[in-house]
């Protein structure tokens, strides 16, 4: 998958920031940056552009009328000072908001928003239909870790951080339970404890409260056991 994209701000240290962060990520491409909208619309007459990081306080043309001057929208990401125009913008159907100073772990979110948008959108999934699924985890301060969706076993809580294990090796990350499911396709995956999140294709069996993954047991919560049993049940496959 390669991702075309242009940043657009006014603030030639912004740019550098998202360009940092995606030096890492070759799904995504860099294609150009402007420091104004008015130069942007005219590149993206005769460009084809999948994503555009934008500001919203420019001179002369300011980024919510810039989204509003488009005919055909590609993903848009708002990166601003301003935490006000956020209600605004997602009326105009952005894909995320990220307000300055922007961390690395918050961007890496919006990052996968962008990759699970464009999974869904219909032309793209005839075009890479083959394709696995996959999402960035901030491993450390200077790795980013391409993982597989497939290769997911378990989601694991301990307190602020996470551990991912996968079919090939295990994984720390700083996160929320919650906030990283939220990522997560909801027919791959299930909540089943205030400190699982699970694939449900990888569950081997089920006994009382507890599902098998991999060889190990994980409890269901109580809150929980109704709803991941008839998910689960709901998913069974006959061929």
Not at 140 to 158: A, H, M, P, R, T
């Amino acid at each position: 998958m390669s991702i075309k994209c242009l940043i657009i701000d006014d603030e030639p240290l912004a740019i550098n920031v998202i360009k940092n962060y995606l030096k890492d990520i070759n799904e995504i491409e860099i294609v150009d940056t402007f420091n104004n909208a008015i130069e942007a619309i005219s590149f993206l007459k005769d460009n084809h552009i999948d994503l555009i990081f934008l500001d919203i306080n420019m001179p002369v043309f300011d980024g919510l009328s810039f989204i509003k001057s488009l005919e055909k929208k590609p993903l848009i990401v708002i990166t601003t000072a301003y935490k006000e125009y956020a209600v605004e913008t997602y009326e105009l159907d952005v894909t995320d908001y990220l307000v300055k100073p922007i961390s690395l772990p918050r961007f890496m979110k919006s990052v996968n928003k962008v990759f699970n948008s464009l999974e869904k959108s219909e032309g793209l999934n005839q075009i890479h239909k083959n394709e696995r699924s996959f999402i960035f985890l901030r491993i450390n301060k200077k790795k980013l870790q391409k993982v597989y969706l497939d290769e997911i076993l378990v989601v694991e809580s301990l307190k602020d951080y996470l551990k991912i294990y996968t079919t090939t090796e295990g994984f720390i990350i700083h996160q929320t339970l919650s906030s990283f499911t939220d990522q997560l396709p909801k027919d791959k995956f299930i909540r089943i404890h205030r400190s699982f999140t699970i694939s449900i294709d990888k569950i081997e069996s089920i006994e009382g409260n507890s599902v098998e993954i991999d060889g190990v047991r994980y409890i269901i919560g109580r809150t929980y056991i109704d709803k991941v049993k008839k998910i689960i049940t709901s998913s069974s496959k006959i061929n």
